[in-house]
C-alpha cells in the first residue's frame, strides 16, 4: 500500500479568502479538509476542487469550538492523510468607536477571530508533534495585528492576540520542526469589503464607487488585494522555501501601514 499524503485543513473556507486558499492548496497538490459553519458553501468549494482533480473532506463546525477543531483534524487524519499544514482562517469584523462597543459584540468577536484560531493551534500543534511532522501552521490575522487604526478597537485587540499566540507557539514548536506565522492583509476584495464599503455609503452619503475610491487613496500602490494574491501567500509558507521563516507577522497591503 503507497503511503497517502500529507493534508491541509482550512477553516472558513466557504469563501474569500478561506475558499480562495482552499483552491490554492488543492493546486498545490494537498488535499484538504474544509471547516465552517456554512455546510452549502463547503460543498462548492468541495466541488470546484474535484473539477481541478484534487480531493477535499467538508467538515462542518462551529470554529468557536474547541471539538469543531479536533474533529477537523481528527476527519483529516483519517481520510486523507497526516496533517502538514493547518490554516485558521476564519474570522468577523466590524467597526465602531470604542465607547459604543458592547461586551457580547466584543466577546463574541475574540470567539471567531482570537479563541477559534488558538483552537486549530493546539489541535494542529497536537497531531503534528504526535506524527513527527514538520508542519506550517498559519493564521490569517490582518493588518490590524500590527497597527491600530480609529473605530476598530475591538477587531484590532482580537488580531493583536492573535499575533502573541503565533509568536508564542512558534517559539515551542521551532525545535519539532513546526513553523508558526500570520499572515497580515490589509483590504481584501471579500464579501466582507463589501460590507464596509456599503457601511461607508451608508454613514456618508457616496456611492459604493466613491467609498472603495476613499479607501484606495490611502493604499500607496492604490489597489486592494485579492483574495487569490492572499492565497498564494499562504501557499508560499508552505514550500521549502519558507521553511526557516517562523513566529512572523507577514504584512501584505501596498504599503498602507507604512503611512
Known sequence: MSERR??????????GIGRAVALALARAG??????????????????????????????????????????LIRRAEAELGPVEVA????????????????????KGLFEVNTYSAFHLVQAAARSMTAAGIRGRIIVVASTAAVAGQRYTSAYSASKHAVLGLVRSAA??????????????????DTEMFLHTLQNIADKTGCSMDEARARIEEKIPMREVLSSEE??????????PAARHITGQALVMDGGETLA
Open 6 to 15: 500529507p493534508s491541509a485543513v482550512i477553516t472558513g473556507a466557504g469563501r
Open 30 to 71: 494537498y488535499p484538504v479538509a474544509l471547516q465552517s459553519r456554512t455546510a452549502d458553501q463547503l460543498y462548492d468549494v468541495r466541488a470546484e476542487i474535484e473539477a481541478l482533480g484534487g480531493k477535499a473532506r467538508v467538515v462542518p463546525g462551529d470554529v468557536t469550538d474547541p471539538a469543531a477543531a479536533v474533529e
Open 87 to 106: 490554516v485558521a482562517n476564519a474570522g468577523q469584523a466590524f467597526s465602531q468607536p470604542v465607547v459604543k462597543n458592547q461586551p457580547e459584540a466584543v
Open 171 to 188: 517559539l515551542e514548536l521551532g525545535p519539532k520542526g513546526i513553523t508558526v506565522n500570520a499572515v497580515c492583509p490589509g483590504w481584501v
Open 230 to 239: 492572499v492565497a498564494g501567500y499562504v501557499t508560499f509558507l508552505t514550500t
